[in-house]
């Protein structure tokens, strides 16, 4: 069965420091892995998405991912985190095949950022 | 453009009523999702609509779940006899085609509290 976990419930990080947020997979074949952001009160907005190539992939407001196979991780980074980056962050994993499109999400993993 | 909208935005009903959530997708996207998110389930799947294809109905809970989408476009999920733990927020996504390297796109939810 395909999962998704994200390992954090919260993580806490200084504004200006880097920031990683974890997550890693289970699903036969090859992954479609996508993060999503989710604000107070609001729906999901999407972040990035590793489909094939490049196992870095870059997305919005200087979020990026790096996709490892071997170690099934799809970790989200930012080299300089914002107060405005605290939100809650989703992965979410699609597979290959069968007849629907549907996210497996993880879930969710909160974000403070502290001046 | 305009993104996926939904409403209400709110609803509170009595336990045992019937209640219809309303999604509007994104002009042009032929697939239509719906998610539910609860603090203690997380974000799960409900159902998938593809164009003319059947349904994917395999989140679905119970049968006192149902969706339909008329013209392709517009969709409307039923609650039929809601039970406290419908309680929720209902999450609509769309997205330009059903292959498994399109982007869902959400909608802001509408937040559903069954008294």
């Known amino acids: 069965a395909q999962s998704v976990a994200q390992p954090e419930d919260q993580v806490n990080v200084a504004e200006g420091n880097p920031l990683t947020v974890k997550c890693t997979y289970s699903v036969s074949g090859n992954p479609y892995l996508f993060w999503y952001v989710q604000y107070p009160n609001r729906g999901l907005q999407f972040l990035l998405k590793y489909i094939t190539g490049d196992n870095l992939v870059k997305g919005s407001y200087g979020f990026e991912a790096e996709f490892n196979k071997s170690q099934t991780s799809f970790h989200l980074k930012k080299p300089s985190a914002l107060v405005s980056d605290s939100a809650l962050y989703f992965c979410?994993?699609?597979?290959?095949?069968?007849?629907?499109?549907?996210?497996?999400f993880g879930q969710g993993t909160t974000l403070q950022v502290k001046p | 453009g305009a993104g996926v909208s939904q409403s209400p935005s709110n609803k509170v009903t009595e336990k045992g009523k019937d209640v219809e959530l309303r999604c509007d997708p994104i002009?042009?996207?032929?697939?239509l999702y719906w998610y539910r998110q609860s603090l203690g389930q997380g974000l799960e799947f409900l159902i998938y609509?593809?164009?003319?294809?059947?349904?994917?109905k395999s989140g679905l809970p119970s049968d006192r779940f149902s969706a339909e989408r008329t013209g392709g476009s517009v969709s409307t999920l039923t609650i039929q006899r809601t039970q406290q733990e419908d309680s929720a927020v209902y999450l609509c996504a769309s997205s330009s085609g059903g292959g498994y390297q399109e982007t869902q796109y959400f909608g802001p939810g509408t937040r559903l509290l069954v008294l």
């Open positions: 979410a994993v699609r597979r290959p095949g069968g007849n629907t499109g549907k996210l497996i």
């Open positions: 609509f593809q164009g003319n294809s059947a349904p994917d």
């Open positions: 002009s042009g996207h032929t697939a």
